[in-house]
């Protein structure tokens, strides 16, 4: 037998191509043809690397053998960089493509992610690569997008960072007068975003709404000195404190009164530009140990946490006052974690307060597929949202959870890629919070491989256990359950035992239940605190479950004598114990009739 196989590539750039010969016969001869050169391969795992825009292969086969080869292209990418950071001055950048050079990489970054937002003219997008990277890091060429074509002939195509940055690589020529427009959306945006929380003192108050614009107000009253309140994740805030009598109010009783006040999360570089002072009132401005009397036209800044200001020698004329202005911006310099979701890594899990102040993770997969669960709590120390465990979407992909102060109450968050933790599953709704009521829980598994359902503890500590009721619909196969924190597998109950495993608890922050194919499990399940109580109804004849401690699934739990389990029978049972795991430096003690005990 005699045959000449060929193996024919040509790419569009040089690549860095690496061969390993896997299987090679001895009646077979394989020779690779790259640029001007050619190597003959002779023997298995013999391997080679070149870097080339093209390689051939031919093949000489007089037997039955044959050969197996494998072989990687990697980009040979090494760019010229230019780099250009938005900010108050430079909010975009415009610029012909003609002043992009083959094998140049423009990145453009923003100080903040979901902000960087790059557009091309022209239908040239194809002679370009886009990356998206994190600030202060380097860009990484593994995982790269493409300008989409836009669907409206006025807009050109675009493409928008989740990360913060993104990079602009040039590969090839093209011949066109496009152009790139590069820009920060949060600097070239409205001023009116940062206009929040601040109060005039007036009877009514007149609000003029620009031609072919509409406006939305929210507001309340407040009585005696107004507070300015800032979130601690409002980076920058706007506002403008106004004297009452400007506004057709005589407040000469209130001399020497706060008229204004605040206190921040954070400490706050707070800029105040006296706008108006007229007549002869002494307008005082108190920030910690710093203080002083104002006068017209006078910019100050001062960095601290509070601000008061209060009026003496008020005018009793309607036409003396003063108007302030002032901008307020957080002094924050946080340490970031960035997360990305994938197939291994599905969701990210934690408790708020696990993450330290001034901290940032941000939580990224694709557009319109993660989302983030809260159970109930308090987050003022957190920038984030109202709702008692409603899942709340991200169109851009990512979540930013920054922490600006102390003060979190027990709250558990799991943010996750939808379509890869609810693979398998009917529907994504197969989050649930696990609280001191008791609640059902119901999950479905489709015909394509089983579904997780994952129940949260709320208002978790390392002595709250989840605790199931009670297991229905489960018809074949098994159910198991294991921690969400670390993996780790609890128990697997085959579908026939499930009646019997009824009243158990189970110490951890979060439980994932592996619903078999074709099966619809219903939890019933609430959670209990400190000592885990079990029941077995008196007409039970059997009952099953699990002792877990927290350490097992994935709580630090070191160094702690506790009674984590107690159980009180209305009558005589035959109690069988299986130690399953545990570990050599755990000491587990079981007590029963209330002197016999057994280590």
């Known amino acids: 037998m005699f045959d000449i196989i060929a193996y024919n590539t040509s790419f569009d750039r040089s690549n860095v191509i690496n061969f390993n010969v896997k299987h090679l016969s001895a009646t077979s001869s394989v020779t690779v043809y790259y640029g001007d050169n050619s190597t003959q391969f002779t023997s298995n795992n013999e391997t080679l690397t070149v870097t080339s825009d093209y390689f051939y292969i031919e093949a000489i086969d007089n037997g039955n053998d044959g050969f197996l080869m494998e072989y990687t292209l990697k980009s040979d990418i090494n760019p010229k960089y230019r780099t250009f950071t938005f900010n108050d001055t430079n909010p975009h950048y415009i610029m012909s493509i003609d002043d992009i050079k083959v094998n140049d990489t423009l990145v453009f970054c923003s100080n903040v992610e979901n902000d960087t937002e790059v557009f091309i003219t022209d239908k040239v997008y194809d002679s370009f690569y886009v990356y998206d990277s994190p600030v202060g890091s380097q860009v990484n060429f593994e995982i790269c997008k493409q300008f989409l074509p836009s669907n409206t002939a006025t807009i050109p195509s675009s493409i928008l960072s989740n990360k913060g940055c993104l990079a602009i690589y040039r590969w090839e020529n093209s011949s066109s007068s496009a152009l790139i427009f590069a820009r920060s959306r949060s600097s070239i945006a409205s001023d009116a975003q940062y206009w929040m929380n601040f109060g005039i003192f007036a009877y009514g108050l007149v609000v003029t709404v620009p031609v072919n614009n509409s406006l939305t107000l929210t507001g309340s009253i407040q009585m005696g000195p107004f507070t300015i309140a800032k979130n601690g994740c409002q980076h920058i805030q706007k506002g403008v404190m106004i004297s009452p009598s400007l506004n057709g109010l005589n407040y000469a009783s209130l001399e ?35 203080f002083t009397s104002l006068s017209q036209g006078e910019i100050i800044s001062v960095v601290e946490k509070s601000f008061n200001l209060s009026v003496s020698n008020i005018s009793t004329s309607l036409s003396d006052g003063f108007i302030i202005k002032y901008t307020l911006i957080s002094n924050v310099n946080p340490n970031y974690n960035y997360i990305d979701l994938d197939e291994s890594n599905p969701y990210y899990l934690t408790q708020l307060d696990d993450i330290p102040v001034n901290n940032g993770t941000v939580v990224c997969g694709l557009p319109d597929d993660v989302d983030i669960h809260l159970t109930d709590g308090q987050y003022d120390s957190f920038c984030l949202f109202p709702s008692n465990f409603e899942a709340l979407s991200s169109k851009s992909g990512c979540f930013h959870l920054y922490r600006a102060n102390e003060g979190t109450s027990p709250v558990t968050v799991l943010i996750r890629s939808i379509e890869t933790q609810a693979k398998n599953c009917e529907n994504g709704n197969n989050i649930f919070e696990a609280s001191d009521t008791l609640s059902s829980a119901m999950a479905t598994s489709k015909g394509n491989g089983s579904c997780e359902m994952i129940l949260l503890a709320s208002q978790y500590d390392p002595l709250t256990s989840i605790f199931i009721n009670k297991i229905e619909g489960i018809n074949s196969d098994s159910l198991i359950l294991k921690s969400a924190v670390n993996n780790n597998k609890i128990a697997e109950i085959p579908s026939a035992d499930t009646k019997n495993w009824l009243n158990f608890g189970m110490y951890s922050l979060a439980l ?14 609430n959670v209990q605190r400190n000592i885990t109580n079990l029941q077995k109804d008196r007409c039970q004849h059997i009952q099953k479950g699990v002792l877990v401690s927290p350490g097992y699934t994935g709580t630090e739990f070191s160094n702690r004598a506790e009674d984590i389990y107690d159980i009180a029978f209305v009558q005589i049972n035959l109690i069988e114990f299986k130690v399953i795991k545990m570990s050599d430096t755990d000491i587990v003690t079981i007590f029963y009739d209330e002197v016999l005990e057994h280590t």
């Open 512 to 525: 994932t239940a592996v619903i078999p194919e074709g099966n619809t499990v219903i939890l019933s399940t």
């Open 256 to 290: 020497n009164t706060i008229l204004y006040q605040s206190k921040f999360v954070q400490e706050n570089t707070m800029n105040f530009t006296v706008e108006m002072l007229s007549g002869n009132e002494i307008v005082k401005l108190f920030s910690g140990s710093f």
